[in-house]
């Protein structure tokens, strides 16, 4: 009976342990979408929302596994969720710079991902308004849009000074196409869009005449060859 009872509760402390981890796992991931905020021009409501979930998870472990040190990082989110309000979709901050590092690029964008992934969440457990998610999700979708634009653009462009013509034109042209494949069009969209076809279509005068002159090379080279001194063996 005695050994019944300890595997009982042997089975109840691992059972918290795997729930506070699982808490702890999640808040980790909230709290690193909390600190991202900062380096993007997101919304007020998206900062109040991640705070407000980082405190529920806090207080899930607590109820699991309680602590003084849990108790104050409760109090700690209560202070500021205070002046934070979940329908406010003013900018934080419209600073931006876009990375120069493909690395930096690539987690900026998968950031992104994860920071529209959470909102879609939290729309679905119905902890965000309708009006509110939209806003916010087009504006995350926006500014995914304008770093991949701005990346490739701006390949295009050190291939272009490269004299990779080639290289440029595929470069503008998954550009475009990554343009196109969005629903929306506002005045960034529109604008680059028509730099974009400038772009191709110089691109594609400056090959027609490269093609040109090494067609007219190479009859020239032909007709030297046809005219040379017959060599006597």
């Known amino acids: 009976m005695i050994s019944a009872v300890q595997q009982y509760r042997q089975k109840q402390n691992l059972e918290r342990r795997q729930r506070y981890a699982k808490f702890r796992a999640i808040l980790d991931q909230v709290e ?19 705070n ?23 109090h700690e989110y209560e202070n500021r969720i205070q002046g934070l309000d979940v329908n406010d979709t003013s900018v934080i901050s419209d600073d931006f710079e876009l990375p120069h590092n493909d690395k930096q690029i690539i987690a900026m964008i998968n950031a992104l991902k994860r920071l ?7 729309h679905a457990k119905g ?30 462009e050190n291939a ?14 998954k550009a475009l196409r990554t343009i ?5 069009s506002d005045e960034y969209t529109e604008h680059r869009h028509q730099q974009i076809e400038a772009s191709l279509e110089q691109i594609t005068n400056e090959l027609r005449v490269t093609n ?5 090379k190479r009859k020239s080279d032909e007709l030297e060859e046809l005219f040379q ?3 006597k063996w």
Do not use: W
């Open 32 to 50: 690193d979408l909390i600190n991202i905020t900062g380096y993007f021009p997101v919304g007020r409501s998206v900062y109040a929302l991640l």
């Open 52 to 74: 407000s979930r980082a405190k529920d998870l806090l207080v899930n472990m607590n109820e699991v596994m309680p602590s003084d040190a849990l108790k104050d990082r409760i």
């Open 116 to 122: 529209r992934s959470a909102l879609r969440s939290e």
């Open 127 to 156: 902890r965000v308004d309708t009006q509110v998610y939209n806003i916010e999700d087009q504006r995350l979708q926006k500014l995914q849009l304008k770093i991949s634009v701005e990346t490739l653009i701006k390949r295009g």
């Open 160 to 173: 272009y000074n490269s004299s990779m013509l080639g290289s440029a034109r595929q470069y503008y042209e």
């Open 180 to 184: 196109d494949e969005h629903t929306y």
């Open 212 to 216: 040109k002159n090494d067609a007219r």
């Open 229 to 231: 001194p017959k060599k």
